[in-house]
């Protein structure tokens, strides 16, 4: 008879509990009661006979610029309604109860941040940021969309060069992640004592090798889910559910734990 997710989540919040650096790993999952799609939802409409990994490649842009930008646009509206959600809000509230709390991020719609995180590694980028496409003044050429006349149909060329496309700042199939962001991210996997893993599919590399990295050098690791998938052979804690709804329970039960905790307990703060 399997534990509970009840018992479970008690597991998890007394093991978080202990953390002196606590990574949080989060993917699409975690905006998906956000009301933005995951990758693995199906593109519905003008992209709905692509798939993201097609769409989110350079090859792709210069092949459909227009396309690919309406794509971006499209989602980029989809942001403009979104908030984040109790399993973003949760993971601000973290801060406030660990000594310290990084959070690396495959996604691209800023929410966390939005939600209080006040360390966000952003992986894959941002769908805030453009810039141009040919690098006219360096990697990257950032632009400044607002001072830009353009449509959601057709992509814009750059103001600079006026030759190379504006482009959204995300790091697409095949293009190397930010350098720093990602040696942080490896070094942080590394120094972790607790990585929780939130709503993540665990099929894009190299992020989906952080909570291996964790574990192999020592880390405990929960995942967040909704159903079992490639990271769940490697958690030591499985909390199956929707994030929105099972990361409020896990806090609330680390601040029952902390409340109990004995007066004037040390916060030592991670490097
Ligand atoms: C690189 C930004 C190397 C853009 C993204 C074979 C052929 C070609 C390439 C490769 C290959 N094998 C490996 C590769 C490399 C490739 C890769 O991993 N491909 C995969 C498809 C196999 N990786 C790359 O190309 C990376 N770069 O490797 O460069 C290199 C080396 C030398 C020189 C040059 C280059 C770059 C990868 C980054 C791509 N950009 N995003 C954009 O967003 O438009 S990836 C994008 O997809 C996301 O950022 C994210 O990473 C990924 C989607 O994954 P998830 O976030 O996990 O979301 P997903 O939809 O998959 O799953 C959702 C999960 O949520 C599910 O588990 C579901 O159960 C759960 N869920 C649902 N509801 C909830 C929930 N969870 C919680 N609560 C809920 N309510
Ligand atoms: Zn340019």
């Known amino acids: 008879m399997g534990t509970s997710l009840e018992q479970n989540i008690e597991q998890a919040a007394c093991l978080i509990s202990q953390a002196t650096l606590l990574v949080v790993s989060s993917g699409a999952g975690i905006s998906k009661e956000s009301g933005i799609p995951t990758f693995r939802d199906a593109p519905t409409g003008l992209w709905a006979n692509y798939n993201p990994e097609q769409l989110a490649t350079r090859h792709g842009f210069r092949r459909s610029p227009d ?8 989602r980029r509206d989809l942001l403009s309604e979104a908030r984040p959600n109790p399993g973003h809000y949760a993971v601000a509230e973290l801060e406030r109860l660990l000594p310290r709390v990084v959070v690396l991020t495959q996604n691209i719609d800023g929410l966390h ?23 006219c003044r360096g990697d990257p050429t950032p632009i400044d969309l607002e001072t830009l006349e353009y449509t959601h149909d057709v992509a814009p060329r750059c103001p600079h060069c006026g030759v ?3 482009r959204p700042d995300v790091v697409w199939f095949g293009e190397m992640l930010p350098a720093g962001a990602i040696d ?6 590394r120094l972790c004592d607790v990585m929780l893993v939130i709503g993540t599919s665990g099929i894009v590399q190299p992020a989906a090798s952080l909570p291996v990295e964790a574990k192999q050098a020592g880390a405990r690791v929960v995942e967040v889910n909704p159903e079992p998938g490639l990271i769940t052979p490697h958690a030591d804690i499985f909390l199956q559910g929707p994030s929105g709804e099972v990361l409020p329970q896990v806090v ?8 109990s905790a004995p007066d004037g307990q040390n916060q030592t703060g991670a490097s």
Not at 184 to 189: Q, Y
Not at 252 to 259: E, N, P
């Open 252 to 259: 609330a039960m680390l601040r029952a734990i902390r409340g």
């Open 184 to 189: 942080r991210a490896f070094t942080l996997a």
């Open 113 to 135: 941040a939005q939600a209080g995180s006040s360390d966000v590694v952003e992986l894959h980028g941002s769908i805030r940021r453009f810039k141009c496409f040919d690098n």
């Open 164 to 166: 190379g496309y504006v």
């Open 67 to 74: 396309l690919v930008w309406s794509w971006y646009m499209m």
